[in-house]
Nanobody
Framework: QVHLAESGGGLVQAGGSLRLSCAASGRTRSINSMDWYRQAPGNQRELVASLTNSGSTNYADSVKGRFTISRDNAENTVWLQMNSLKPEDTAVYFC?????????????????WGQGTQVTVSS
């Protein structure tokens, strides 16, 4: 269906910036939305930012004003620009896609996840 591959994680000092990339391959025209989630040790996976095909965005309150999600449909890539990073942003960041395909009478819906990329923010 759809395969997602993240890149761009790493170690950065508090106040710094990182840009995560997620490249989609496979049945990319079936994608309806792409999102970024994160999971810190001992915590549940949480939605960080989402972007629909119509261009609607949604951000977690904790990252509003600091993170920006964007997408290049021609390159099937979604980015997460992270500025003013804080130690509490430390987590594994996952790219996620949701989509559907098939005739109206038999629509298949799916979700796809990337392998995750580690982001560590030092104080």
């Amino acid at each position: 269906q759809v395969h997602l591959a993240e890149s761009g994680g790493g170690l950065v000092q508090a106040g710094g910036s990182l840009r995560l990339s997620c490249a989609a391959s496979g049945r990319t025209r079936s994608i309806n939305s792409m999102d970024w989630y994160r999971q810190a040790p001992g915590n549940q996976r949480e939605l960080v930012a989402s972007l629909t095909n119509s261009g609607s965005t949604n951000y977690a309150d904790s990252v509003k004003g600091r993170f920006t999600i964007s997408r290049d449909n021609a390159e099937n890539t979604v980015w997460l620009q992270m500025n003013s990073l804080k130690p509490e942003d430390t987590a594994v960041y996952f790219c996620h896609a949701a989509g559907s395909y098939g005739p109206v009478e038999r629509v298949y819906e799916y979700e796809a996840w990337g392998q995750g990329t580690q982001v560590t923010v030092s104080s």
